[in-house]
């Protein structure tokens, strides 16, 4: 009887080890990625992010935007904007997504027209606020690291956004990188 109960033991114990080593070989299963938003460079900005996926489904990141041509870009000149995402693909890490996001941004005042000399002046050069938002995409990855992503997000200033012309923030990436 004993036999037998070692036997079986012996037995689940083996195919226990075979699924952890099918889980530990996941090609996918990379914990840390670097990002660069391809479309950022054709509004005069830039802008990077780092991702640290917590397990299968979720992680946390962040992302620094920064304006060096305001020719597109009136208001804003720089963000930092730690996020958390949920994703609901088959692979991990992957797939489509929902984001929460916060957002430290600094922002050019309001805009006053002077009708006199044809001149605009802004009341506040730098207004510093952090809004709260909301952001769905998709994510692909590859076995050998890289990764395409696509996301937008929407958000509200909560303190200053009446010293600036707007009251609102959003996202729109189209970001290439790598996972590691």
């Known amino acids: 009887m004993k036999k037998n109960y070692l036997a079986t033991f012996m037995v689940l114990s083996f195919f226990s080890v075979q699924a952890q080593n099918e889980i530990d070989s996941n090609p996918y299963q990379k914990n840390n990625e670097v990002k660069l938003n391809v479309l950022a460079p ?10 640290r996926h917590l397990n299968h489904k979720s992680s946390l990141g962040l992302s620094f935007f920064k304006v060096y041509d305001n020719t597109n ?5 720089y963000s930092i904007s730690p996020y958390y995402r949920r994703y609901f693909g088959k692979k991990y890490g992957a797939g ?3 984001e929460g996001f916060g957002m430290f941004t600094s922002i050019d005042g309001k805009k006053i027209y002077d ?4 001149s605009i002046f802004i009341e506040n050069p730098d207004v510093y606020d952090f809004a709260l938002g ?5 994510k692909w990855a590859t076995k050998s690291g890289f990764i395409f992503e696509i996301n937008v997000g929407y958000g509200a200033l909560l303190f200053n956004a009446n010293k600036t012309d707007h009251n609102i923030v959003n996202k729109i990436e189209l970001n290439v990188g790598y996972r590691f």
């Open 73 to 77: 870009n009136e208001d804003l000149n």
């Open 115 to 118: 009708s006199e000399d044809h």
């Open 134 to 138: 909301a952001g769905l995409g998709g």
């Open 42 to 51: 054709l509004t005069g900005s830039f802008e990077i992010g780092y991702e």
């Open 96 to 98: 489509f997504f929902v």
